[in-house]
C-alpha cells in the first residue's frame, strides 16, 4: 500500500485518506502486509513515486511475496506499465480499489449496471495492447473490420456496451423520475439521507422502518438507494431514502455513474446528513459530503445534521454549520423518537396554515385547491365551500394570486 503527500499540504487529509486506503483494502477481502509513503514536491510523471521509492517497493514486494500493490491515488494508464514492468507485480490504484468494491457490492440490476459503466469508463482509456495476442489483424469476419486490430475491436466492443449501458440506466432514470413525480403530486414529504460512508445511515433508516437493510461495520456496505414510508408522530407520512455513502476522492466515474441514484437527494425536501460523531475526523467527513452535494448542485436544499453513534464519541462534537441538529446514537430508541419530531417540526415550520371560503360559482378555484394544496378539512355550504389548508411557503402567490381575497 503506496500513498504520496505533497510537502506542506494538510497531513490531516492524508493520514485520513491512508487509514481508508487500509480500510478499502480489507474490504476488498485482501489484508495490508506494509504501508509506505512518500513526501514529494511533485509526482513523477513516469512512476508516480520516485525511483529509489520503487526499488523499495519491489524489495519489499519480493519478501513479502505480495500479490498486488495498492496507491492511493488514480494513476495514469503510463504509470501503471511502468510501475508492474518495474516492480513485476500487479499495481492497482485508490479507484480501481473502490470500483472492484462497488463490484462486489452492487445487488440491484441497476446498481450492477451502474457499476459496469463506471468500470468501462475506467478501462477504456488504459486499454492497451500487449504483444501479438492483441495487436493481430483480425479477419475481417464478424465484428471486426479488415485490418481492424484485436485492441480496436476492443475499444469498439467497450465503447458499445457504454452507449448500451446508459440507453438503459436512462430508461430507469426516467421510471425514478415518473416515482418521484407521483410523489410530490401526492404530496409525500421526501427526505433524503446522505453521509459518510459507514457513518450510521442504513441503521438509522432500518430503526425507523424496518426496512432490512445490510449493516456491517465496513465501507460501503450498501449501494442501492431504498426508499421507505415512515409515519410521523403526529399521523403524516414522509418518504425517507437512504443513498450510497461518500468517501475522500470518491471517483468521478462513480459519482457520473450514480447520479441516476444521487438524484434522490437533489429532489429531497430535506437532506438528513448522518456524521459519525466517534470518528476523529468527522469534520472533514462533513466538508467531503459538501463538496459532493455541491458537485450534484444541492447545497441549497435545507439539512438536518444527526451527530450519530454518540454513545462511542469521546466528546461532544462541534457543528462547523448553522441550523438544525440532533445529537443522538441510533439503537437509542428515545433519540429516534427525538429525530421524527424534529422532522416533523421541520416540516410544520416550510407551511403555512390557512383558511378560504369560495364561492360556489368559483369551479375553477375548487378544481385549483384539490389539485394543488394540503386540505386537512372542508365544509360545503349552500354559497360555497370553507376550506382549511396548509401551504408550503408563506403565502399563496406560488399557487394563485386570485385565492388571496378568499381567506377568511
Not at 494508464?77 to 490504484?93: G, S, T, W
Amino acid at each position: 500500500m503506496v500513498g504520496y503527500y505533497k510537502k506542506n499540504s494538510a497531513q490531516r487529509h492524508f493520514d485520513l485518506s491512508m487509514e481508508e486506503l487500509a480500510e478499502l483494502t480489507e474490504t476488498a477481502r485482501a489484508e495490508v502486509a506494509a504501508v509506505l509513503t512518500q513526501g514529494r514536491e511533485q509526482v513523477d510523471a513516469r512512476l508516480y513515486v520516485g525511483k529509489g521509492k520503487v526499488e523499495e517497493i519491489n524489495q519489499l514486494v519480493q519478501q513479502l511475496d505480495a500479490d498486488v500493490v495498492v496507491f492511493n491515488d488514480e494513476l495514469t494508464p503510463m504509470q501503471v506499465r511502468n510501475l508492474e514492468h518495474a516492480i513485476e507485480c500487479k499495481v492497482i490504484d485508490r479507484t480501481q480499489l473502490i470500483l472492484d468494491i462497488f463490484s462486489q457490492r452492487a445487488q440491484s440490476r441497476e446498481g450492477k449496471l451502474q457499476v459496469e459503466l463506471a468500470q468501462l469508463q475506467y478501462r477504456l482509456p488504459r486499454l492497451t495492447g500487449k504483444g501479438a495476442e492483441l495487436s493481430r489483424l483480425g479477419a475481417g469476419i464478424g465484428t471486426r473490420g479488415p485490418g481492424e486490430t484485436k485492441l480496436e475491436s476492443d475499444r469498439r466492443h467497450i465503447r458499445r456496451r457504454i452507449g448500451e449501458i446508459n440507453e438503459h440506466l436512462a430508461e430507469v432514470k426516467r421510471h425514478r423520475q415518473l416515482h418521484r413525480e407521483r410523489r410530490k403530486k401526492n404530496e409525500a414529504f421526501q427526505v433524503a439521507i446522505v453521509g459518510y460512508t459507514n457513518a450510521g445511515k442504513s441503521t438509522i433508516l432500518n430503526r425507523l422502518t424496518n426496512a432490512g437493510i445490510l449493516e456491517e461495520n465496513q465501507l460501503f456496505a450498501t449501494l442501492d438507494p431504498t426508499s421507505r414510508q415512515v409515519i410521523l408522530p403526529g399521523g403524516q407520512e414522509i418518504i425517507i431514502t437512504d443513498t450510497v455513502g461518500f468517501i475522500q476522492d470518491l471517483p468521478h466515474q462513480l459519482i457520473a455513474a450514480f447520479r441516476s441514484t444521487l438524484e434522490e437527494a437533489t429532489e429531497a425536501d430535506l437532506i438528513l446528513q448522518v456524521v459519525d460523531a466517534s470518528h476523529p475526523e468527522y469534520q472533514i467527513h462533513m466538508e467531503v459530503v459538501d463538496e459532493v452535494l455541491e458537485e450534484l448542485e444541492a447545497l441549497s436544499i435545507p439539512r438536518l445534521i444527526a451527530f450519530n453513534k454518540m454513545d462511542l464519541a469521546p466528546e461532544k462534537p462541534v457543528a462547523p454549520v448553522s441550523g438544525d441538529l440532533i445529537y443522538m446514537s441510533a439503537y437509542n430508541e428515545a433519540d429516534m423518537k427525538k429525530l421524527l419530531y424534529m422532522i416533523e417540526d421541520y416540516i410544520g415550520r416550510q407551511y403555512q396554515r390557512y383558511v378560504l371560503r369560495i364561492p360556489a360559482a368559483r369551479g375553477d378555484l375548487h378544481a385549483l385547491i384539490h389539485r394543488k394544496m394540503h386540505i386537512q378539512r372542508e365544509e360545503i355550504s349552500e354559497d360555497g365551500t370553507q376550506y382549511e389548508m396548509e401551504v408550503k411557503g408563506r403565502n399563496l402567490d406560488q399557487i394563485s394570486t386570485e385565492l388571496k381575497e378568499y381567506i377568511v
